[in-house]
């Protein structure tokens, strides 16, 4: 063909498996969507096909290449965020204002892979108090986690906090067989989880040995002030007005708080004690505090969760 061109990038330092992912997987749904050919060889990556094709795929393609760089490990979920970025004109934005947190003691760096993603991180480095509201999948719990990892390290904060309602044992947890800490477990292991993808094992056991990092139940933080803390109330919308005013105020000097919550899975008895639904009425316009809205787009677990996301919400307008 006449029109026929090729285009090469450069994929120096990159992981090939990586990047193409597994049977070359990621190049192959690239190709498909965008309608070009896409070959790895060598230290480049060939985009071949129409001068208007290429044109549209590239930054595409960049992006992939940066997103592997920075040490991702990624899949057909990506190519497609990344395509949607593309459409609505905002992949350029975010090559040029990048959010990154680069953690110690791990050869990784995490940014954000979506534009509500890097808004809320970027609403967290500008403010003191942060509400993100959205659905499961967001990276709401795990962004806020590497936030205040950052801080930690950089010496910002002396210490970290993470709170979670205990809803399902209705804040009491006495009746829960065995210790405390084996009665809080259930409830907070997703906050574990987080924090050990982003510092090492040791370095995480010898956190929580010294109180650098604590975790608990948001009922044992009443009565306390937490200064020189980075704050996170997790799983927010199950914590009642009077729990998150209490919340609110425990916060002392040079302190931090970010607040997650999804408005779709409130599990109180009654939806309106909700303390997350209260705050969304009473503080926005209060100079240092930052709402950010992520939507089902921002899902970055497996594509069927933005689907099975969709569902519920047109069932429920239905």
Do not use: C, W
Not at 234 to 242: H, L, P
Request: charged share 25%; no cysteine.
């Amino acid at each position: 063909m006449t029109d026929d061109v090729v285009h090469r990038l450069s994929v120096e330092g990159v992981d090939p498996l990586a990047l193409a992912g597994v049977n070359d997987a990621n190049l192959l749904e690239l190709a498909r969507r965008m309608g070009v050919r896409v070959s790895l060889r060598g230290d480049s990556m060939s985009l071949g096909g129409t001068q208007a094709a290429i044109d549209k795929a590239s930054p595409v393609a960049q992006a992939l290449i940066d997103l592997a760089r920075m040490g991702e490990t990624l899949d057909v979920h990506d190519v497609e965020r990344l395509i949607a970025e593309e459409a609505q004109g905002a992949l350029g934005r975010q090559q040029a204002d990048p959010v990154k947190i680069i953690l110690p003691g791990l050869r990784r760096v995490i940014q954000p892979k979506t534009t509500g993603q890097r808004e809320y991180l970027r609403s967290i480095a500008e403010h003191d108090i942060v509400i993100g509201i959205g659905p499961a999948g967001t990276g709401k719990t795990y962004l806020a986690v590497a936030a205040a990892v950052d801080a930690l390290s950089r010496k910002r904060v002396r210490r970290i906090v993470l709170a979670r309602p205990a809803v399902e044992a209705g804040e009491n947890l006495g009746f829960l067989p065995g210790d405390l800490q084996q009665k809080v477990d259930p409830y907070l292991r997703p906050l574990y989880d987080a924090l050990e993808d982003m510092m090492p094992r040791e370095r995480v056991e010898k956190a929580l040995e010294t109180r650098t990092i604590e975790i608990a139940p948001l009922a044992y933080m009443r009565g306390r002030t937490l200064s020189d803390a980075f704050v996170i109330l997790d799983e927010a919308q199950n914590a009642t007005g009077m729990q998150m005013k209490m919340f609110l105020t425990r916060l002392g000097v040079n302190s931090r708080a970010v607040i997650t919550g999804d408005k779709t899975q409130i599990d109180l008895p009654n939806r309106e004690d909700s303390g997350l639904l209260q705050i969304e009425r009473i503080l926005p316009g209060i100079e240092g505090i930052g709402f950010v809205y992520l939507e089902e787009g921002d899902v970055v677990r497996h594509r069927l969760v933005r689907d099975i996301i969709r569902a519920y919400a047109e069932d429920a307008q239905g």
